[in-house]
Every structure is written in C-alpha cells, then in structure tokens.
C-alpha cells in the first residue's frame, strides 16, 4: 500500500512538474508570437525603408510617405524619465515612513488609499491633467521658463504619469521593505544607529534588487501608457527641446491614429512597426535590467 501511495505520489510530481513547463512554454510563446505578429505587419514599410532612416528621422509625412519616428522615440523616453524621477524619490521614502515609522492607524488610511488610487482608470488620471495640471503649468509655472506654453507640454505627461505609478511604486516597496529581516534592523539600533542611518544602510541596501525590479516595472508601465498622457502631451510632431514643449510618444501616435487613417499606402506597417520599436525597447531594457539586477544582487549582498 505504502508503496503505491509513494507511486502517485512520484506521478504527480511528475504530471506538476510538466504542467508547468508547458505553461512556461507558452508564456515564452506567447511572446515570440507577438513579435512575429508586429514584424509581420511591419515588413511592407521595412521593405520599402531602410532601418536607419526610420529610427532616426524626424520626417513624418505619410501623405508623402514620410515616416520618421526619432521623435516620438525620444517624447516616449523623455516622459518616461521625467514620470520615474518625479515618483521614484516620493516612493521610496513615503514606503520607508509606512514601513518603519508610521502608527497602525496611519497604515490602516494610506494603503486603502493606495489601492483605490492604483485602480482608477487612466483616462480619470488624463482628465485631472487636463483640468488642474495643464492650467497650472501654462499660468502660473511656465511664465517663469519661456515666454508661452500652451500647458499641453512634456513636464505634464511626466508629472500625470509619476503620479500614476506612485500608488504601484509605493506598494511594492512597502512589501519589499517589510521582508527585510527585523534582526537587521535590531543589531543596527543596537550599534548606535538612527532610524534614518538604519533605513539607508541597513533597509534600502538589503533592498536594492527589490527596488530596482520594481522601478523597471514602473518603467514599463509608464513607456506603454496611453490614454493619460494622450490627453496632455499635446501630440505635436517634432523633438522635445524642453520640458514645456509638445510631446507626442508612440503609444500616442497609436491610439491617435489606428483604424483612422488606414487607407494611406503604408500607414497600417507604420504604426504596427511603431508597436514593434515599443515592443523591441521594453524587451531590450528589461534584459539590460535584469543583468544588473544581478549585479547588484552580488554587490549588495549582506
């Protein structure tokens, strides 16, 4: 008997343990399909473009078959670098005070709060921008910088969006915090440490492949939004000179235009290889992302 409760047991594991690979198959499929499927559809403007001139133009004419996409490359990472910096430094020490020094009370307030901000829909976060960030931007901060700004500008995109990300930073944060082991902390204290001394060296250190998994996850998000930042980047043609110029980043350039203006020669591949620079960007820096992750895995290592 025994030794056939031993046999299901090894055929389960078995029959778990290929289950899973298949699963990590098709996700790795699933993948490899869709950059097939964005090439596919990219070929007719590869065939009759050459790579380079595509990425590094900033003609973009399609009634004259004209398609650069420089600067809706550059808008996209210009909005995203602006949307980290503005909420990586608000993150990190707002999931510090939750974690190390806020009182039950505050906890039990902030993280609903969190949730509630982390599901509401992209268009409501595009419209707030509209209402209050864009006004603000064009009357009381840009006279300061230039002589006008329509407020419809690059700093808008990157300001709507950092607030869009704080709730998923912050959350991740405070869960990558409160892993950290208190024995750590303890023996810190205990050596004569402050709390801040203790957060930095001990907390934030112990943490660094959390935060910066976390910050390539926010990144993501944010280079792929669409709705919010369409609605406040102003979606001009051209290269961004400043933080209170038009911006108009691909995921822009897609919602805007797709199912709209397909009967032009060669519009359709144009805005499927859009998609595929996306696509080829957030893989590559992912990659990038995970090599140093590991990196500072060793590093950082207590």
Known sequence: MSLSLLKKRILKD?????????????SLLIVAV?????????KPILDTNSLWTLLT??????????????????????????????????SLLTALFLTENAKPWVKKIVFP??????????????????????????DTLGP??????????????????????????????????????????????????????????????KASPGIIASVVLAISKAFGETIAVLMVCGNMVGVPRSLFDSAYPLPALIANN???????????????????????????FNAI??????NVEKKFKL
């Open 144 to 205: 300061y910088f230039v002589d006008y700004t329509s407020g419809y500008t690059l700093l808008a995109g990157g300001i709507v969006l950092s607030v869009m990300i704080i709730p998923l930073l912050v959350s991740l944060f405070v869960e990558i915090f409160s892993a950290v082991s208190g024995e750590l902390k303890d023996a810190s204290k205990a050596l004569g440490a402050t709390r801040w001394q203790t957060s930095r060296l001990i907390v934030i250190r």
């Open 289 to 294: 992302s995970r090599i140093v992750l590991q």
């Open 14 to 26: 078995r029959a778990t343990k290929r289950i899973m690979q298949l699963f990590t198959v098709l």
């Open 34 to 42: 869709m950059a097939f499927g964005l090439y596919y559809k990219s």
């Open 113 to 138: 709060v969190l949730d509630i901000l982390a599901g509401i829909p992209s268009v409501v976060y595009g419209l707030w921008g509209t209402l209050i960030i864009v006004p603000w931007i064009a």
């Open 258 to 284: 797709y199912g709209e203006m397909l009967s032009l020669p060669m519009y359709e591949s144009a805005l499927m290889f859009a998609a595929l620079v996306m696509f080829v960007i957030i893989l590559v």
């Open 57 to 90: 133009s900033s003609e973009w004419s399609p009634l004259n078959g004209e398609f650069g996409f420089w600067s809706f490359i550059v808008s996209s990472v210009y909005v995203t670098i602006i949307s980290v910096i503005i909420a990586l430094p608000v």
